[in-house]
């Protein structure tokens, strides 16, 4: 279960899929890139349909009208005056050390984002070493983003709508050890900026921002920055240390994760109210 923990302050050519990135090997499916543009039909996209148990952290899906669900929405809350004040659009999630539940917070958030009428959402995975995402959503699917930097996979193939939440997903696809070069290249930069003129919110599922590099990498895209942290858990220098990293003007908050329950009061009123909205 995750709250917000004194969250927001205002503010062309075919290669081998498998082949590792090297400067020989340079990123132009021109397929992938000529097909992101500002008249593609985002209904277009195949749907990926989830059915997960009540075991999921992916709270906006198995307790839609519960306590877990409606701290989301307060979050949701507050970026909406991120996004109106400071035009907060692409978001970096990150978190100081690995299993802090980065991940988690990402799927929900990006739910909890399309929960608006006509908010359209991408929810990008930025973590290429170690992806979870399609784990997580209980989907295999058969391509993504580190697929499209080196075959002539395109757009359509890459990018699915997850139903019931109505978001967009970019999945990272196949694992990689060394991602830098990806996330540094033209290529990507294309991608991304393309990807943002076609979406109201990008929400990036990055990796910690302490043992590796890429999520300080991936910061350059976002307009903002929020780190994750887990109860009880994460020591308060590692989270200080990502913030510095970071930047203390890029940091919107931090959301604290790993909570067992909420506040007493808090199951009060949704048992009052028999958990509904």
């Known amino acids: 279960m995750s709250r917000v923990f004194d969250a927001l302050r205002k503010t062309g050519s075919q290669s081998d899929p498998s082949m590792p990135f090297s400067a020989s090997a340079p990123f132009a499916p021109a397929a992938f890139v000529e097909a992101i543009d500002k008249t593609f039909q985002l209904e277009s996209f195949s749907t990926a349909r989830i059915q997960l148990g009540a075991e999921s952290h992916l709270v906006l899906h198995v307790?839609?009208?519960?306590?877990?669900?409606?701290?989301?929405?307060?979050?949701?809350?507050?970026?909406?005056?991120?996004?109106?004040?400071?035009?907060?659009?692409?978001?970096?999630?990150?978190?100081?050390?690995?299993?802090?539940?980065?991940?988690?917070?990402?799927?929900?958030?990006?739910?909890?984002?399309?929960?608006?009428?006509?908010?359209q959402i991408l929810l990008l995975e930025g973590d290429l070493r170690c992806p979870s995402l399609t784990r997580e959503l209980g989907l295999t699917?058969?391509?993504?983003?580190?697929?499209?930097?080196?075959?002539?996979?395109?757009?359509?193939?890459?990018?699915?709508?997850?139903?019931?939440?109505?978001?967009?997903?970019?999945?990272?696809?196949?694992?990689?050890?060394?991602?830098?070069?990806?996330?540094?290249?033209?290529?990507?930069?294309?991608?991304?900026?393309?990807?943002?003129?076609?979406?109201?919110?990008?929400?990036?599922?990055?990796p910690p921002a302490l043992p590796v590099v890429d999520a300080l990498t991936l910061k350059r895209f976002?307009?903002?920055?929020?780190?994750?942290?887990?109860?009880?858990?994460?020591?308060?220098?590692a989270i200080e240390e990502a913030i510095r990293l970071l930047g203390r003007n890029h940091v919107l908050g931090v959301v604290l994760n790993g909570l067992q329950k909420l506040d007493q009061g808090y199951y009060e009123y949704y048992r009052h109210y028999g958990g509904k909205m």
Do not use: M
Not at 89 to 98: D, H, K, Q, V
Not at 103 to 111: D, F, P
Not at 141 to 165: F, H, N, V, Y
């Open 63 to 119: 307790e839609q009208n519960g306590p877990g669900a409606e701290r989301y929405r307060l979050l949701r809350h507050r970026l909406q005056g991120a996004h109106a004040e400071a035009h907060v659009r692409t978001l970096l999630i990150t978190s100081p050390g690995a299993r802090e539940g980065k991940s988690t917070v990402s799927l929900n958030l990006a739910a909890a984002l399309a929960e608006k009428k006509n908010q």
């Open 141 to 206: 699917l058969p391509s993504g983003l580190t697929q499209c930097a080196r075959t002539d996979i395109g757009l359509k193939s890459a990018i699915w709508r997850i139903e019931p939440l109505g978001f967009y997903l970019l999945p990272a696809g196949k694992a990689v050890d060394k991602p830098a070069e990806l996330l540094t290249s033209e290529w990507f930069s294309t991608v991304v900026a393309e990807l943002a003129a076609s979406f109201d919110w990008i929400v990036i599922d990055a």
């Open 222 to 237: 976002a307009d903002a920055s929020l780190i994750v942290a887990w109860a009880g858990r994460t020591q308060q220098r």
